[in-house]
């Protein structure tokens, strides 16, 4: 009877547990409050939520800390469960105008700028190669956060040119406003996706030999009796 008992509870156990751990690291929900703490939670710093944008299974999210105004910047990504993973943030000098970066969702990869609008000068960026070229309208906004779809840019390496309302060239000039580019700089990661995947497998895995030794155990102990009640009569 307990070996029927434990056949049972075994699989539900291991499931649960791997469900609980997958809960554990896929936990944040797409609001400001909940960005604001697990940000600040995974820095251990007070920071201010400034933009987020939803892509696909990617949100892109740019913040300030409070103590000292650098920018930040992460990514959550969507798990099975409808919640976000932070995987790791990203800061930089206050004076620091935007930076340009790829990420791939599960379908495509993107082209992200994201950043701080100066006096909100900024209009558009034009990004330029030697066989292509895209214009960005940025949002006028303090801060903001722009995704062009990698595969409609096809090149490897761009240049940036910062546009005014009158399209007119205001690199040079936005430059002067920007200082200490990489001063106050640094990230922090995190592993556990990796890890998170590993005990999950070895949750499961667990679970299926116990299972499977309890019932191999039970067919065993049934032919035994049979073979001892046949010798019987």
Not at 14 to 39: C, F, G, M, P
């Amino acid at each position: 009877m307990l070996r029927k008992i434990l056949v049972c509870l075994v699989p539900v156990i291991t499931i649960l547990s791997s469900y609980y751990l997958y809960q554990s690291e896929y936990n944040i929900s797409i609001n400001e409050n909940d960005i604001e703490i697990a940000v600040s939670e995974f820095l251990n710093e007070k920071i201010e939520l400034r933009q987020y944008k939803e892509v696909e299974n990617l949100t892109f999210v740019v913040y300030t800390i409070e103590k000292d105004a650098r920018q930040g910047f992460t990514v959550l990504y969507r798990g099975m469960n409808q919640k976000y993973q932070l995987r790791f943030a990203t800061y930089f000098s206050p004076n620091t105008a935007f930076r340009i970066d790829r990420y791939k969702s599960l379908k495509n990869e993107y082209v992200v700028l994201y950043g701080k609008n100066i006096d909100e000068a900024i209009n558009y960026v034009e990004l330029n190669a030697s066989n292509s070229s895209e214009l960005v309208l940025v949002e006028p906004n303090e801060y903001f956060i722009e995704t062009i779809k990698y595969n409609n840019i096809n090149y490897d390496y761009f240049e940036a040119r910062v546009l005014d309302i009158d399209m007119d060239d205001i690199t040079p000039e936005y430059k002067m406003k920007i200082k200490d580019k990489r001063a106050l700089g640094g990230s922090k990661h995190k592993a556990e996706i990796f890890l998170l995947y590993v005990y999950i497998t070895g949750f499961l895995i667990i679970g299926f030999i116990v299972t499977f030794s309890l019932v191999k155990r039970k067919d065993t102990s049934s032919n035994t009796t049979s073979e001892q009640r046949s010798t019987g009569e």
